[in-house]
């Protein structure tokens, strides 16, 4: 059994999609071990982000961040990492396969709905950037 962290963006959470997502998550197999609505900080949203503190990017994505609530998740499953990315589908959701979460409800590269982590070590940091031990059941 694997984990990963998985957000629901501000902009699928601000159009009313949370509940699709969460049940396209039970669909795909995954258990989710945590969850909470958070609404991030500028600060909160830079010290997640901080691998892409480089990148040009960087403001724009920590504002969309810290424009609304969100949902984060961790989830669970047999190569739950690999699995969510293809749930996911591409970052760009022009490129992102059809029936993916990206290609249905994200709007540019940049606001694309969802986050899913990308490796084993960034799993680890990211979950216990939002869950204590306790909170993941
Ligand atoms: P991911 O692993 O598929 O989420 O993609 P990356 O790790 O490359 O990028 C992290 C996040 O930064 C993406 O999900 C987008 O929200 C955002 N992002 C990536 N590229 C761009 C870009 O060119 N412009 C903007 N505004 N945001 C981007």
Redesign the pocket.
């Known amino acids: 059994m694997e984990r990963t962290l998985a957000i629901i963006?501000p902009d699928a959470f601000a159009a009313g999609n949370a509940g699709k997502i969460i049940s396209r998550i039970y669909q795909e197999g995954f258990r989710i071990v945590g969850m909470k609505k958070l609404f991030l900080s500028k600060v909160e949203a830079e010290g997640f982000?901080a691998v892409?503190r480089e990148?040009p990017?960087f403001a724009?994505?920590t504002d969309?961040m810290s424009r609304g609530p969100c949902v984060v998740m961790a989830l669970e499953a047999d190569n739950a990492i690999r699995r969510w990315?293809d749930v996911?589908g591409?970052?760009n959701p022009a490129q992102a396969a059809a029936g993916t979460l990206r290609q249905e409800f994200g709007a540019s590269?940049?606001?694309?709905a969802t986050?899913?982590s990308?490796a084993p070590e960034t799993a680890a940091f990211e979950i216990a950037y939002f869950f204590a031990g306790v909170e993941l059941l």
């Open positions: 963006k982000y892409h990148r990017f724009e994505l969309f990315r996911m591409a970052t590269i940049g606001e694309n986050h899913g990308d």
